[in-house]
């Protein structure tokens, strides 16, 4: 089983729905998860952190479960800029190579 | 504020070439990481440059070296290059003590080895 696995999608959703979609982790000993962003041919950019007890900013929300190994976000009245590749990051570890990057899943918003 | 720069954006090499990216760190972070992203697939950590040492590696063999200049900035060299080098660089940049997972990224440098 792969460290962090993601569906790489595509995800085709129209404009104004609800989005949701995972990543799986296979450490249980992982302590810190974050979502990137990554437009095409772009630089990921940090989204926002999971934390324990689930995060909001606006339209996305952002949840773990440590139980079940994942986290999860979810994007709300969605819109066409919100279309790109959406990383899940796992930290396992206390150094830089304890970082692990998601292959990333694919969100097309449709007009 | 200048955030983390790369050069060169885009560069075209041959099998058995050598290659050295450059990555100037986000003003005010001393930390630098180099990752490898092939297409579809999410950023590989190769190594990690604080105090102008190598502090952690990834999977990657040692024909991937690195340097950590006095002012921060850092170069990726890659030695006989193949084909599967080809691939988008990523630099990023934090200050020493941040939280683990905010990485500040460049542009990236995208090399293609034919």
Redesign the interface.
């Known amino acids: 089983r792969k460290e ?1 696995e993601q569906d ?1 999608g595509p995800f085709n959703v129209p404009e104004g729905a609800t989005v949701a979609f995972n990543c799986t982790y296979s450490n249980s000993a992982s302590q ?3 979502w990137y962003r990554q437009d095409c041919r ?5 989204l926002m ?1 999971v934390y324990s007890s689930g995060n909001e900013d606006g339209r996305f929300t952002a949840q773990l479960n440590r139980a079940s190994q994942y986290i999860s976000l979810l994007i709300r009245d969605s819109k066409l800029s919100d279309s790109a590749t959406y ?1 899940c ?1 796992v ?1 396992s570890g ?11 899943t694919h969100l097309i918003i449709q007009p | 504020d200048a955030g983390v720069t790369q050069s060169p954006t885009h560069l075209i090499k041959t099998r058995g070439q050598q290659v050295t990216l450059r990555c100037s760190p986000k003003s005010g972070h001393d930390t630098v ?1 180099w ?1 490898q992203q092939a297409l ?6 190769i190594f ?1 440059y604080y105090e102008e040492e190598e ?4 999977n990657f063999p040692d024909r991937f070296s690195g340097h950590q200049f006095p002012n921060y900035s850092s170069e990726l060299n890659v030695n006989a290059l193949l084909l599967g080098d080809s691939a988008l660089y ?1 630099c990023a940049s934090t200050l020493e003590g941040a ?5 500040f ?4 440098s995208r090399l293609t080895v034919l």
């Open positions: 962090v790489p810190s998860f974050f772009k630089e990921p950019k940090l952190s990383l990051v930290i206390g150094g830089a190579d304890g970082l692990t990057f998601g292959k990333g | 990481s990752y579809g697939q999410g950023p590989q950590f990690q502090r952690q590696r990834g990523l939280l683990g997972g905010e990485l990224f460049g542009e990236g």
